[in-house]
């Protein structure tokens, strides 16, 4: 059984292997990810509560309890779409550099190189947002726990939470140059400690919550509370915030591909599981606030403690117990911010190894002692930190950070999906397919993702004062225009030698890098094997 296990194992590493050729890179990473380790990326980015707390600032004045219910299905349903066509690209095409070498692939030719590039910046600036984004949530739950533990009369500036932030950042960076067998290993433990975390609350915050601050039905599922200032129709779309942020960062799964065993497989999974997994127990847990959270939505919003959530916990468990599980929440949120860095530093990686970033061959390093790509680590890092400096400039400065890893996320995901269906390409499906719904799917997918991005560019209230815009386009605009220019500066911009990902082997012969004769993995081990090795859906988890 044991020579058996081992020869699947060895099989399954060569048609990986044969594969990543096929799409035109040598293995360089270690895949060390089981299926279960693959999910966990995702699942521990996802972070569910602690994400959810992180947002619940944003939920409360657009609707409160009723729309952090409603507005948590609704969102879900349209994620659950847009990751289901992320997998199928994912399953056909399983590297690292995921969402811009599917939009070089599948794009017209005449298009390709400038689409590529867009999303290549887009997804880049949209995982820095997404670390920056995290781990500011997480230096926020840290001087909560401050506040609540000195009895409320500690409030944390602006400055000692960056300080606290900077912190949790380089931390991270350490821990991610770390070997690739510790950091996979690392993801299981993230999905244990996230789902006791989510039971834990669904169950003990009804139980322990005192009669004044439990809600009916009709308030917890039929109230809207709108003091944003906008329509309450556009209040709602407003919350969906919480769930997009929450269950976002997804293609963390695609940029460790590479790294992934059965890649072809266990990927496009990871991606389905975690966000249907996020979307049920997330809806547990809105509900769980709903009717625990009371109906003054004022004191939560401006106490003290600086943190909703936190708030909710102290009225519900009291001082010491909110302390004990408010201590878990910030743990876990600390394993989402160094998974997500983990991820952003192999799409950087993968950009880079293209030339498409400044210092790509600085970036393009893998340091020889922990097989890791150390450099792109502290990259992401210090540009990480350097979002950060927005809270200087106020809470909505900050607050957009929370929007543009969303907004560039999205630019990111729905460019590759829609040149699937509208470039000049011969797509041939992996082994995660949707068949005839794959049209349908996907166009949902797309427009939904073109209306939000639209949605998150408004400021939280109409007729903002300077100090309350949106500063989502403005940072991301900026980007984003600077990369373009980037591309068609005279002499030395990317239209002048950006082809698109380099192969860094030769092509096999027969093989092609751009996608109709590339074979999927489950081709690939049945020649290995000389045999039919079926690798099903339960290998994968």
């Not at 049920?280 to 919003?301: E, H, P, Q, R």
């Not at 106490?303 to 117990?321: T, Y």
Request: hydrophobic content about 50%; some cysteine; glycine content about 8%.
């Amino acid at each position: 059984m044991d020579a058996e296990r081992q020869t699947r194992k060895t099989a399954i590493e060569v048609a990986d292997e044969q594969l990543l050729a096929s799409l035109g890179y040598k293995q360089e990473f270690q895949r060390a990810f089981t299926g279960l380790e693959t999910f966990g990326i995702a699942f521990s980015i996802i972070g569910l509560l602690p994400s959810i707390a992180s947002v619940l600032v944003y939920s409360i004045p657009d609707g409160g309890a009723s729309a952090m219910v409603w507005g948590w299905v609704v969102a879900s349903i349209f994620i659950l779409f847009v990751g289901m066509s992320m997998a199928e690209l994912a399953s056909a095409a399983p590297t690292s550099g995921g969402l811009y070498f599917w939009t070089h692939s599948l794009s017209s030719p005449r298009w390709r190189n400038l689409l590529a590039w867009i999303v290549g910046y887009a997804n880049t600036i949209g995982s820095v947002a997404s670390v920056a984004s995290i781990d500011w949530g997480c230096a926020v739950q840290i001087t909560a726990a401050a506040s609540i533990g000195s009895g409320q009369t500690y409030s944390a500036t602006n400055a000692q939470t960056f300080g606290v932030y900077t912190a949790v950042v380089l931390s991270h960076a350490v821990i991610c140059c770390l070997g690739t067998r510790l950091l996979a290993r690392l993801q299981t433990v993230y999905v244990i400690l996230n789902v006791l975390l989510c039971l834990a609350v669904i169950v003990a915050l009804p139980a322990a919550t005192p009669k004044e601050f439990r809600n009916s039905a009709s308030y917890a599922l039929g109230n809207f509370t709108n003091t944003s200032g906008w329509s309450n129709g556009f209040a709602f779309i407003l919350s969906f915030i919480a769930p997009l942020w929450t269950i976002c960062s997804f293609d963390c799964s695609v940029h460790i591909s590479e790294e992934a065993s059965n890649a072809a497989v266990a990927v496009p999974w990871a991606i389905v599981y975690a966000i249907g997994i996020a979307g049920v127990l997330g809806w547990a847990i809105n509900m769980s606030l709903a009717f625990c959270m009371g109906t003054d939505l004022d004191s939560i919003l401006n106490s003290p403690v600086g943190q909703p959530m936190a708030q909710i916990f102290f009225n519900s468990f009291g001082q010491k117990g909110t302390l004990a599980l408010w201590s878990i929440v910030v743990l876990v949120q600390y394993m989402m911010g160094s998974s997500m860095l983990l991820a952003a530093s192999r799409q950087t990686f993968a950009f880079s190894r293209d030339g498409a970033l400044p210092l790509s061959k600085w970036l393009y390093r893998m340091n020889s002692y922990t097989k890791t790509p150390v450099n792109t680590v502290w990259f992401v890092a210090i540009w990480s930190m350097i979002l950060g400096l927005l809270a200087f400039a106020g809470d909505s400065a900050i607050n957009a950070i929370f929007s543009m890893s969303i907004v560039a996320l999205y630019v990111a995901y729905a460019i590759p999906i829609a040149a699937r269906f509208l470039g000049t390409n011969d797509f041939t499906p992996g082994p995660f397919n949707l068949g005839r719904w794959s049209v349908p799917v996907g166009t949902m997918a797309v427009l939904w993702m073109t209306f939000m991005s639209i949605v998150f560019l408004f400021p939280i209230s109409p007729n903002p004062a300077v100090p309350d815009m949106n500063y989502c386009v403005v940072v991301l605009g900026g980007v984003m225009i600077l990369s373009v220019a980037w591309y068609y500066f005279p002499k030395y911009g990317g239209v002048h030698w950006f082809e698109g990902p380099v192969p860094t082997v030769e092509k096999a012969e027969g093989q092609t890098v751009e996608g109709s004769d590339r074979p999927s993995t489950s081709d690939s081990l049945e020649k290995e094997k000389n045999a039919a090795v079926t690798v099903t859906q339960g290998d994968a988890l």
